[in-house]
């Protein structure tokens, strides 16, 4: 549902020829957009969306999740619920060591904001079940240690060892912001996902979904899914420093800090992030700011310009992007130069649509069509295919047993839904297939080329397959993602 006018970038103040400029940027294929969208004096200058995503549509935040959990922190300082200099320690005393490590008890709550918890590299964010553990408080407990399956990953920062001095270094950690969600949850006997929702999201309409661990918590650092517009409203809403609809939901001056510089990233290699503030990042000389996510989820605010960018996408060049933004889009929200006309209609490209034949021009196509494949266990779970060639192609997909069918379409995307059943323990950086699911498939040179797009997140995958008399080769390829081997063959034999 639209929240936010929507005018023409003279009627915002908004140069039209350099906005249309830089929205032609940031649409070419390296940056991967899925959404653009820009406001400026709270109202939609340009607006655009790349099939099959569509506006309205969640969509995977990763790292932008950080934010929100900063923004939970500011609500409960302002309840009184902690202070910022908070020890950690005073929160998990249950969780540390005989001997806990003397940096560890002088780590602040504002440490793990400012992403300068005193580590000297990244500790283990997301461990999985393991069969041992590391007992760093030999041998002081070792006559009671069992070896245990159970994972929590409070406990295993508790017991990380800290090298360094609290609030002197930045080194980038999810496991900081995942501590900020444990320790509020601790405070609050709520997730914070459940604690935002009076305080933020039922404020500003937004109604997302956010990935929890084993243990109960909102992951914090990752994990949140929302769509294009209420993130636009989220970046208002801190633009506004807080203030929404005529009601200050947040203290300004909490904004303010978080907004501020708290620490020097010390990465030269970096051209706009040189500085971090309470889970967000500093952009050149620190008056915009923004969260960041994997391959393309971005916010970014310029308050001397009174304007919001928000950014949806799949590309591990995202950060180049930051050149477009900061440079020809900046200008263009400076001011209009006279040109009052509305942006050419720019509907972004389609994404991953394959080139070649139809299977209704395909000579020999239905001979494939109506025969199940099954295949030998594999990291997708798929466990058989069966096709439908002709007018209309249809994949029927087997996971884990389970079937679905998904239209497929030509030329165009084509939307389904496979038999995945999401959790609100789905961890979208291992997930392969995705419950919501878009189609698209050609024949090249007899090879069916098949591709599947996840619209509520930023993975694709292409599938090559041949066809062969007794079996199927499928060649999988994903667009980007976190699981190394997920680029792979599948082989499949005929069943029926």
């Given at each position: 549902?639209?929240y936010?006018?929507?005018?023409?970038?003279?009627?915002?103040?908004?140069?039209?020829?350099?906005?249309?400029?830089?929205?032609?940027?940031?649409?070419?294929?390296?940056?991967?957009?899925?959404?653009?969208?820009?406001?400026r004096?709270?109202k939609?200058?340009?607006?655009?969306?790349?099939?099959?995503?569509?506006?309205?549509?969640?969509?995977?935040?990763?790292?932008?999740?950080?934010?929100?959990?900063?923004?939970a922190?500011g609500?409960?300082?302002?309840?009184g619920l902690?202070?910022?200099t908070?020890?950690?320690?005073?929160?998990?005393?249950?969780?540390?060591?005989?001997?806990?490590?003397?940096?560890?008890?002088?780590?602040?709550?504002?440490?793990?904001?400012?992403?300068?918890?005193?580590?000297?590299?990244?500790?283990?964010d997301?461990?999985?079940?393991?069969?041992?553990?590391?007992?760093?408080?030999?041998?002081?407990?070792?006559?009671?240690?069992?070896?245990?399956?159970?994972?929590?990953?409070?406990?295993?920062?508790?017991?990380?060892?800290?090298?360094?001095?609290?609030?002197?270094?930045?080194?980038?950690?999810?496991?900081c912001t995942?501590?900020?969600?444990?320790?509020?949850?601790?405070?609050?006997?709520?997730?914070?996902?459940?604690?935002?929702?009076p305080?933020?999201?039922?404020?500003?309409?937004?109604?997302?979904?956010?990935?929890?661990c084993?243990?109960?918590?909102?992951?914090?650092?990752?994990?949140?899914?929302?769509?294009?517009?209420?993130?636009?409203?989220?970046g208002?809403?801190?633009?506004?420093?807080?203030?929404?609809?005529?009601?200050?939901l947040?203290?300004?001056?909490?904004?303010?800090?978080?907004?501020?510089?708290?620490?020097?990233?010390?990465?030269?290699?970096?051209?706009?992030?040189?500085?971090?503030?309470?889970?967000?990042?500093?952009?050149?000389?620190?008056?915009?700011?923004g969260?960041?996510?994997?391959?393309?989820?971005?916010?970014?605010?310029?308050?001397?310009?009174?304007?919001?960018?928000?950014?949806?996408?799949?590309?591990?060049?995202?950060?180049?992007?930051?050149?477009?933004?900061?440079?020809?889009?900046?200008?263009?929200?400076?001011?209009?130069?006279?040109?009052?006309?509305?942006?050419?209609s720019?509907a972004?490209?389609?994404?991953?649509?394959?080139?070649?034949?139809?299977s209704?021009?395909?000579?020999?196509?239905?001979?494939y069509?109506?025969?199940?494949?099954a295949?030998?266990?594999n990291?997708?779970?798929?466990?058989?295919?069966?096709?439908?060639?002709?007018?209309?192609?249809?994949?029927?997909l087997?996971?884990?047993?389970?079937?679905?069918?998904?239209?497929?379409?030509?030329g165009?995307?084509?939307?389904?839904?496979?038999?995945?059943?999401?959790?609100?323990?789905?961890?979208?950086?291992?997930?392969?297939?995705?419950?919501?699911?878009?189609?698209?498939?050609?024949?090249?040179?007899?090879?069916?080329?098949?591709?599947?797009?996840?619209?509520?997140?930023?993975?694709r995958?292409?599938?090559?397959?041949r066809?062969?008399?007794?079996?199927?080769?499928?060649?999988?390829?994903r667009?980007?993602?976190?699981?190394?081997?997920?680029n792979?063959?599948?082989?499949g034999v005929?069943?029926?």
């Amino acid at each position: 549902m639209r929240y936010f006018e929507r005018v023409l970038p003279g009627q915002a103040d908004v140069d039209s020829a350099l906005l249309a400029e830089a929205i032609e940027k940031l649409s070419q294929p390296r940056y991967g957009a899925h959404a653009l969208m820009v406001l400026r004096h709270g109202k939609v200058v340009a607006e655009h969306y790349r099939a099959p995503y569509e506006a309205g549509t969640p969509h995977t935040m990763f790292s932008v999740s950080k934010s929100f959990t900063a923004i939970a922190a500011g609500f409960a300082q302002q309840e009184g619920l902690i202070r910022l200099t908070d020890k950690v320690a005073d929160y998990f005393t249950e969780y540390l060591p005989a001997q806990p490590c003397e940096n560890m008890l002088h780590m602040e709550i504002r440490h793990l904001l400012m992403m300068a918890a005193g580590f000297d590299a990244a500790p283990d964010d997301f461990r999985r079940p393991y069969t041992g553990q590391i007992v760093n408080d030999f041998p002081y407990s070792y006559a009671d240690f069992r070896f245990d399956r159970s994972i929590d990953w409070a406990k295993d920062f508790m017991r990380a060892y800290v090298a360094e001095q609290p609030g002197k270094r930045f080194i980038y950690s999810s496991a900081c912001t995942y501590m900020i969600s444990a320790i509020l949850q601790k405070v609050t006997g709520q997730r914070i996902e459940e604690y935002l929702k009076p305080r933020l999201f039922e404020p500003l309409g937004m109604d997302p979904a956010w990935q929890q661990c084993s243990a109960g918590r909102n992951v914090g650092g990752w994990g949140m899914s929302l769509g294009s517009e209420d993130l636009a409203k989220f970046g208002q809403f801190m633009l506004q420093q807080g203030r929404w609809e005529g009601h200050q939901l947040l203290d300004s001056a909490y904004i303010r800090e978080m907004t501020s510089a708290q620490v020097e990233i010390g990465n030269r290699s970096a051209k706009w992030e040189k500085r971090f503030g309470y889970q967000v990042w500093l952009l050149g000389d620190g008056s915009e700011y923004g969260g960041i996510g994997a391959f393309g989820q971005m916010y970014i605010v310029f308050p001397a310009l009174d304007a919001v960018f928000v950014m949806l996408g799949a590309s591990r060049m995202y950060m180049k992007a930051l050149d477009v933004i900061m440079g020809e889009l900046r200008e263009a929200l400076q001011g209009d130069r006279g040109s009052q006309q509305a942006l050419p209609s720019m509907a972004l490209e389609p994404l991953g649509l394959p080139d070649g034949y139809s299977s209704w021009d395909m000579p020999g196509a239905q001979q494939y069509a109506g025969i199940k494949y099954a295949f030998a266990p594999n990291l997708y779970h798929i466990t058989a295919m069966k096709f439908e060639f002709g007018s209309e192609d249809k994949l029927i997909l087997e996971i884990d047993g389970e079937t679905s069918m998904l239209p497929i379409g030509y030329g165009y995307w084509e939307k389904g839904r496979t038999s995945v059943k999401e959790t609100v323990y789905t961890d979208a950086h291992n997930q392969l297939i995705f419950e919501t699911a878009a189609c698209a498939g050609a024949w090249e040179d007899g090879v069916y080329h098949l591709n599947l797009a996840f619209p509520e997140t930023c993975y694709r995958i292409s599938m090559q397959i041949r066809f062969w008399q007794h079996g199927i080769e499928v060649t999988m390829r994903r667009n980007i993602g976190f699981v190394t081997d997920a680029n792979t063959t599948l082989l499949g034999v005929r069943i029926s």
